[in-house]
T-cell receptor, first 111, second 113 residues
Framework: DQQVKQNSPSLSVQEGRISILNCDYT??????FLWYKKYPAEGPTFLISISSIKDKNEDGRFTVFLNKSAKHLSLHIVPSQPGDSAVYFC??????????FGKGNQVVVIP | DAGVIQSPRHEVTEMGQEVTLRCKPI?????LFWYRQTMMRGLELLIY????????DSGMPEDRFSAKMPNASFSTLKIQPSEPRDSAVYFC???????????FGPGTRLTVL
């Protein structure tokens, strides 16, 4: 069963606008959430994370929001740049060292 | 640092053959993870090691799959015998004592004919 779900598999956005990626999870035990970015023919690279004790974490153009009651998190990229075109994976863990990944969202930033 | 190194990058083999995938983690990292990525199941954890010891292999699909980590700088994932449904991209990742932020290798694309 998919404990971390990413719907809307692809997103196209104009350069300079905001990209919003959503992620839902089912396991209430998850206490740490991460976003990874993946380019073709490369492995995923860590982007940003958030602990369950917070509801927001910001790093430059990237902000992750966590809504624990809704079991939902989102990644905001603003402003979007062409180099942000990639697949974005949401992941979650609860201290057992296992990361559960979503299936990913393809983002295309149009110059 | 060169990052996580995986070899080969591509492997094409015939059903029934043995396949060995190799991984060199980032020096000093205590954790090593093997993942498989398919269209149907996405990215799923197969097994992970801590200080060269296998900790959780519950994701290994069946006995045809085995993984070893003989030392801190090398790990293998072996499939014997291979089957067409094993075709996927296999990633190796490593991390420091906090296993959450994992560094991934470029992956091995396996095709079993």
């Amino acid at each position: 069963d998919q404990q971390v779900k990413q719907n809307s598999p692809s997103l196209s956005v104009q350069e300079g606008r905001i990209s919003i990626l959503n992620c839902d999870y089912t396991n209430s035990m998850f206490d740490y959430f991460l976003w990874y970015k993946k380019y073709p023919a490369e492995g995923p690279t860590f982007l940003i994370s958030i602990s369950s004790i917070k509801d927001k974490n910001e790093d430059g153009r990237f902000t992750v929001f966590l809504n624990k009651s809704a079991k939902h998190l989102s990644l905001h990229i603003v402003p979007s740049q062409p180099g942000d075109s990639a697949v974005y994976f949401c992941a979650a863990t609860y201290g057992n060292n296992r990361l559960a990944f979503g299936k990913g969202n393809q983002v295309v930033v149009i110059p | 640092d060169a990052g996580v190194i995986q070899s080969p990058r591509h492997e094409v083999t015939e059903m029934g053959q043995e396949v060995t995938l190799r991984c060199k983690p980032i020096s000093g990292h205590d954790y090593l993870f093997w993942y498989r990525q398919t269209m149907m199941r996405g990215l799923e954890l197969l097994i992970y090691f801590n200080n060269n010891v296998p900790i959780d292999d519950s994701g290994m699909p069946e006995d045809r799959f085995s993984a070893k980590m003989p030392n801190a700088s090398f790990s293998t994932l072996k499939i014997q015998p291979s089957e067409p449904r094993d075709s996927a991209v296999y990633f190796c990742a490593s991390s420091l004592t906090t296993p959450n932020e994992q560094f991934f290798g470029p992956g091995t694309r396996l095709t079993v004919l």
